[in-house]
């Protein structure tokens, strides 16, 4: 069984900044994909960012691009977003998802497991 358990979510003024985590446990990731989604409330879900196996390749959504960065540590099976500048519009609830099969891919249907969320507030 695959467990994702994000970390990191918080209150933070605008301007502020968060580093999130996800660590990955349950079976061996090696080629796999990891992202991060959002969801505000009343919102669908989105795409933030993704990162390969290698980390050789990421994406990003053009509302986060130059302010987020994703990361990776395989030796941990964690991926990390790094949030500056944060915005009111950040808010949301982050959720962590890994795909088994590699690749670069921004839809939620795309990516097989899941983790429970973390809250980031950022206020004005």
């Known amino acids: 069984q695959v467990q994702l358990v994000e970390s990191g979510g918080g209150l933070v003024q605008a301007g502020g900044a968060l580093r999130l985590s996800c660590a990955a446990a349950?079976?061996?990731?090696?080629?796999?994909?990891m992202g991060w989604f959002r969801q505000a409330p009343g919102k669908e879900r989105e795409f933030v960012a993704a990162?390969?196996?290698?980390?050789?390749?990421?994406s990003y959504s053009d509302s986060v691009k130059d302010r987020f960065t994703i990361s990776r540590y395989n030796a941990k099976n964690t991926v990390y977003l790094q949030m500056n500048n944060l915005k009111p519009a950040d808010t949301a609830v982050y959720y962590c998802?890994?795909?088994?099969?590699?690749?670069?891919?921004?839809?939620?249907?795309?990516?097989?497991?899941w983790g429970q969320g973390t809250q980031v507030t950022v206020s004005s």
């Open positions: 998802a890994l795909r088994l099969r590699g690749g670069l891919w921004t839809r939620d249907r795309d990516y097989d497991y």
């Open positions: 349950g079976r061996t990731f090696s080629g796999s994909t």
């Open positions: 990162i390969t196996w290698s980390s050789s390749r990421t």
